[in-house]
């Protein structure tokens, strides 16, 4: 998507073997400023501090991470370390798990001096996999915009949650790409924008929005609830972390309170997900699904720009107040409206969504 009148990408390569290049989204949206990270060290950081961060992007760092550990040492106990570094870096979207299963399986049967040059080109070609399906998200989700819109006859009012838009991903996002597609064809769409407490990924949100030109306005964490009653809302599209193959979605602490408001108010609920966000094996999303939980400054100290248009952390409780800071909920799948996916809308349920499941693991046991 755009920045300026420049395509960007979020994360883009220059030449096979790094270094990789980011937005660092712990910038934005006060500044614009791009990192080259030239080790499987710098990504792992780089995804632990969130310089990137959504489901899809890293799982496409985490794929960068092994190859430029490849670029060193190609040998498989560098393999095995870079997967495990990586591995360990942020527990609750299964696209990391899934982009280094990938890495590794593509990897396994070459020799040490193979393995740089497949490694870059596996991570590239994951890259690109994942603009391309984003993209395809959006163009089936433009038809629910689009009935919203011929329904109503004004602008399609759509609630989103957290940051599921192309910096989230490689490009075009998930539960924006609808959104982004709809305004290019001229649908009217406006957009409220939940803040996002305690990382404010919606900032990120309304600065992708205000890039592309889509109307869009700000609203507390709090305020959703209320606009659904009124019906201000029409439909709410998220992104996810993982989908398990029953229909519920782990996604950005505070989606399951928008969830179960938009139950209460006949406001349609959808997730928007590339199919490597769902994860096949996992029975109980409550207990089988990694919660991660991060630390207690995201929640004491905010950030902003001060009078002098300086950035300033601001301490709003003091250190001594016991803090919980859970980055994810389970939305279970009766409150979900549908998934949209690459292939289209499925409704949130096991016999829908399996025809999603992939056919190189169509041996799995509980298939059988
Ligand atoms: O903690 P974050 O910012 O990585 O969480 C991001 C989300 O919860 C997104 O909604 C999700 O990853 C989908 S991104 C297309």
Excluded at 94 to 122: D, K, Y
Excluded at 172 to 196: C, M, N, R, Y
Excluded at 312 to 323: C, D, K, L, R
Aim: net charge negative; proline share 5%.
């Amino acid at each position: 998507m755009k920045v300026g009148d420049r395509h960007y990408r979020s994360l883009w390569t220059e030449q096979p073997g790094g270094p990789v290049h980011i937005i660092d989204q712990t910038r934005l949206p006060h500044a614009f400023e791009t990192r080259a990270l030239d080790s499987l060290e710098a990504v792992a950081e780089a995804i632990v501090s969130m310089r990137v961060r959504g489901a899809p992007l890293i799982g496409v760092s985490a794929a960068f991470g092994i190859a430029l550990a490849m670029a060193r040492d190609a040998s498989d106990e560098a393999l095995a370390h870079a997967a495990t570094r990586l591995g360990a870096t942020r527990p609750t979207a299964v696209n990391l798990a899934w982009a280094i299963a990938r890495m590794r399986t593509a990897l396994a049967g070459l020799t040490p001096a193979e393995r740089a040059s497949a490694a870059w080109f596996q991570a590239q070609a994951i890259a690109d996999e994942d603009a391309a399906l984003n993209e395809a998200i959006g163009r089936h989700g433009v038809a629910l915009l689009e009935r919203e819109h011929a329904a109503h006859g004004r602008p399609v009012n759509v609630l989103t949650h957290c940051n599921a838009g192309w910096l989230a991903c490689v490009d075009w996002g998930t539960a924006l790409s609808p959104v982004f597609q709809a305004h290019d064809k001229g649908i009217p769409v406006h957009v409220w924008v939940d803040e996002t407490r305690p990382r404010s990924q919606g900032l990120l949100t309304a600065w992708e929005l205000a890039g592309h030109g889509v109307p869009h306005t700000l609203v507390a964490d709090n305020a959703g609830g209320h606009l659904m009653q009124h019906g201000k809302v029409d439909l709410v599209i998220v992104g996810a972390d993982r989908v398990t193959r029953k229909g519920d979605v782990a996604n950005k602490i505070g989606t399951y309170l928008k969830a179960l408001a938009a139950h209460a108010n006949g406001v349609p609920f959808y997730a928007a997900v590339p199919t490597p966000t769902i994860d096949w094996e996992i029975d109980d999303a409550l207990s089988g699904i990694p919660i991660e939980e991060r630390g207690a400054e995201e929640v004491r100290v905010v950030r902003g720009l001060d009078g002098a248009g300086r950035v300033q952390a601001v301490e709003i409780a003091p250190a001594t107040t016991a803090v919980a800071n859970p980055a994810f909920d389970v939305t279970p799948a009766s409150l979900v409206t549908g998934i949209l996916t690459e292939k289209g809308l499925f409704p949130a349920k096991e016999t829908a969504l399996l025809a999603l499941y992939p056919r190189d693991r169509q041996s799995k046991a509980f298939l059988t």
